[in-house]
């Protein structure tokens, strides 16, 4: 879930060539319909029917929010899955830029939502998650311009820790697993807080190093026009 997405979706009707690699004229003939946006939709798709399945019957019916946990479970799978196959088969199209982060926070926000809506969680941790995930993306489309800001390690390690958290907060647990996910939610917000952060500080740094290399491509431009025409000069002066 977390950085530009991971998951960017997009490829062709062509078969893979045996190495696991596209061909180039199977990149070049990339449609919206691959297996990586596939994934992708199906997991948009899955966000309404997750919300219907965890709040069914009052929201607290065990059964129901079993179900729910499945559909969540099949969600974060998929996120692993079409990233793995968009960079693996160079399966990148516009769509998949925009799809897959949209997906990828529809889900985490719609559980986070309804569990605080419930009474489980409290408002103020799917405040700061939701507002480190949408303050994130937003910021990378900031700097990508400049450049794209990589997916941590931390932030690979913040995603497992939510999409665990999340999920043991959807099952209707009691005893010793109600207190372990009391923790494991805990250590996701921490790793959600110092990522955040972390970005923030790449964010700031390649965009300053983007404004200083874009305004000294700029010095350089203008510096060969002058000397352009300050030759020209010389040689209608010559003549």
């Known amino acids: ?18 190495g696991g690699k596209l061909g180039t004229a199977a990149v070049n003939q990339a449609s919206l319909w691959n297996i990586a ?7 948009l798709l899955l966000v309404p029917g997750f919300v219907m399945l965890l709040l ?4 607290y019916d065990p ?7 499945a559909a969540f479970a099949v969600a974060m799978i998929t996120d692993l899955f079409d990233g793995h196959l968009a960079r693996t088969y160079n399966l990148v199209t516009d ?13 985490m926000g719609a559980a986070l939502i309804c569990l605080s809506y419930l009474g489980d ?6 405040g700061v998650i939701l507002f480190r995930e949408i303050g994130i993306t937003l910021m990378r ?6 450049a794209v800001i990589p997916a941590s390690r931390g932030g690979k390690m913040k995603t497992l820790a939510q999409g665990t958290a999340v999920g043991m907060y959807v099952l209707a647990l009691t005893g010793p697993l109600a207190t372990l996910r009391f923790w494991v939610m ?9 990522t955040g952060l972390d970005y923030v500080r790449q964010a700031v740094v390649l965009r300053r190093k983007g404004l200083a290399a874009e305004r000294a491509a700029a010095a350089d431009l203008a510096s060969e026009v002058s000397a352009s025409a300050g030759a020209s000069d010389s040689a209608e002066a010559e003549r």
């Open 141 to 146: 489309f900031w700097v990508i311009r400049h």
């Open 63 to 69: 059964a129901w929010r079993s179900f729910a946990w």
């Open 121 to 126: 969680l409290p408002w103020w941790v799917t």
């Open 56 to 59: 069914h019957n009052g929201g």
């Open 37 to 43: 946006n596939i994934l992708t939709m199906v997991r």
């Open 186 to 194: 805990a250590v996701a917000v921490v790793l959600t807080v110092v």
């Open 95 to 107: 769509f998949g830029k925009i799809a897959d982060p949209i997906a990828d926070k529809a889900i």
């Open 1 to 18: 879930m977390t950085g530009v997405p991971a998951s960017a979706a997009g490829g062709s009707g062509t078969k893979p060539v045996r």
